[in-house]
T-cell receptor
Framework: AQSVTQLGSHVSVSEGALVLLRCNYSSSVPPYLFWYVQYPNQGLQLLLKYTSAATLVKGINGFEAEFKKSETSFHLTKPSAHMSDAAEYFCAVSSVVAGFKTIFGAGTRLFVKA | DGGITQSPKYLFRKEGQNVTLSCEQNLNHDAMYWYRQDPGQGLRLIYYSQIVNDFQKGDIAEGYSVSREKKESFPLTVTSAQKNPTAFYLC????????????FGSGTRLTVV
């Protein structure tokens, strides 16, 4: 069975500080991993995805994530937070054994302080 | 531009009424999904469809129904059997192969009055 755990339902950073949102997954086969962002009253937007190519994945808006198999992690980072990064972020996993059904984490709300 | 359109953006329902939420995509995606989002609970899968005229229940299908008569359309009906329908509903689509990720609509906020 697949699962994904996001550590911390809320994360607060100062503008210009490093953003680190944590995601750990469980999968019996090589997974596909995703990060999505959701702004208030909007749908989710794909930020980046890992599909077994490079382990360091770059996405939109300056975000990147590193797939670490030994740690079963796929943490999302951004070197310098901007006020516009304030949103909710979802980590997700899918794989062929699950019929490519995607499992979403519970989400982490990012607050950016001026 | 290709995308996925949900309508209406806001919907109000009286108790005992059925309401239908629209979801249309022009991405030529085979798979479509409906999720319910409540504060602090992430996304919960209601129904999904990977091909026309076929769909499967998700984790919280009770009180909901869907149809998939056309590839582009996947409407969701919230029936009177759904006891707590007030929520934000999200429709998504994807290629069947899971590594492409989902495209989401902008959501419908349903409120029972």
């Amino acid at each position: 069975a697949q699962s994904v755990t996001q550590l911390g339902s809320h994360v607060s950073v100062s503008e210009g500080a490093l953003v680190l949102l944590r995601c750990n997954y469980s999968s019996s086969v090589p997974p596909y991993l995703f990060w999505y962002v959701q702004y208030p009253n909007q749908g989710l937007q794909l930020l980046l995805k890992y599909t077994s190519a490079a382990t360091l994945v770059k996405g939109i808006n300056g975000f990147e994530a590193e797939f670490k198999k030994s740690e079963t992690s796929f943490h999302l980072t951004k070197p310098s937070a901007h006020m516009s990064d304030a949103a909710e972020y979802f980590c997700a996993v899918s794989s062929v054994v699950a019929g490519f059904k995607t499992i979403f984490g519970a989400g982490t709300r990012l607050f950016v302080k001026a | 531009d290709g995308g996925i359109t949900q309508s209406p953006k806001y919907l109000f329902r009286k108790e005992g009424q059925n309401v239908t939420l629209s979801c249309e995509q022009n991405l030529n995606h085979d798979a479509m999904y409906w999720y319910r989002q409540d504060p602090g609970q992430g996304l919960r899968l209601i129904y999904y469809s990977q091909i026309v005229n076929d769909f499967q229940k998700g984790d919280i299908a009770e009180g909901y129904s869907v149809s998939r008569e056309k590839k582009e359309s996947f409407p969701l009906t919230v029936t009177s059997a759904q006891k707590n329908p007030t929520a934000f509903y999200l429709c998504a689509s994807s290629k069947v192969e899971g590594h492409y990720g989902y495209t989401f609509g902008s959501g419908t906020r349903l409120t029972v009055v």
